[in-house]
T-cell receptor, first 114, second 113 residues
Framework: DAGVTQSPTHLIKTRGQQVTLRCSPI?????VSWYQQVLGQGPQFIFQ???????GRGNFPDRFSARQFPNYSSELNVNALLLGDSALYLC?????????????FGPGTRLTVL | AQSVTQLGSHVSVSEGALVLLRCNYS??????LFWYVQYPNQGLQLLLK??????LVKGINGFEAEFKKSETSFHLTKPSAHMSDAAEYFC???????????FGKGNQVVVIP
């Protein structure tokens, strides 16, 4: 079975641009979460979606937005990119979002902002 | 807000020696605690989790962790390090029922032959 997939693998943007990252969850998983991992730090929670509704949001500015589609895939959008947005963006999927439901992480998208 | 602390970003261990990674948590409610491993250019893989059942939790690849409420700790151990254990390890905590993880800064483990 395919795991969580993310695209693109790598991305280079310049300050002020906009970026869209994509995530396909494991088949049958209905919850998707997004995390930002800055170099040398642990991942930070950005968004959680379940059944196409936002169920949680971390401490990130409004430049960050996301959505989940009927097929449970998800997109993360970041507007007006800053140098500090350079990071590995991880997507995780799980069945519902109960704590006993293991989150499976994708390989991430490496975003570099110049 | 719930949080975890991991001290010492880099940990060197000799092959065959004990691996010990420390994690202390801060939580106002009974925590749910996790250890994840991240290999280069890969996502996170769950090693083990504590969800208020047995305090000694056994995970994959020979790792285990013990939940100690009195010490607010959830340290990860492996009796004998293998070269394949070289990776970054993250401790994480979540609120019951929402599965949103708060991670520590991680420990980069280097195994010396």
């Amino acid at each position: 079975d395919a795991g969580v997939t993310q695209s693109p693998t790598h991305l280079i943007k310049t300050r002020g641009q906009q970026v869209t990252l994509r995530c396909s969850p494991i088949s049958g998983h209905k919850s998707v979460s997004w995390y930002q991992q800055v170099l040398g730090q642990g991942p930070q929670f950005i968004f959680q979606y379940y059944e196409k509704e936002e169920r949680g949001r971390g401490n990130f500015p409004d430049r960050f937005s996301a959505r989940q589609f009927p097929n449970y895939s998800s997109e993360l959008n970041v507007n007006a990119l800053l140098l500090g947005d350079s990071a590995l963006y991880l997507c995780a999927s799980s069945l519902p979002f109960g704590v006993d439901d293991e989150q499976f992480f994708g390989p991430g998208t490496r975003l570099t902002v110049l | 807000a719930q949080s975890v602390t991991q001290l010492g970003s880099h940990v060197s261990v000799s092959e065959g020696a004990l691996v010990l990674l420390r994690c202390n948590y801060s939580s106002s409610v009974p925590p749910y605690l996790f250890w994840y491993v991240q290999y280069p250019n890969q996502g996170l893989q769950l090693l083990l989790k504590y969800t208020s059942a047995a305090t000694l939790v056994k995970g994959i690849n020979g790792f285990e962790a013990e939940f100690k409420k009195s010490e607010t700790s959830f340290h990860l151990t492996k009796p004998s390090a293998h070269m394949s254990d070289a990776a970054e390890y993250f401790c994480a905590v979540s609120d019951e029922g929402n599965n949103r993880l708060a991670f520590g800064k991680g420990n980069q483990v280097v195994v010396i032959p």
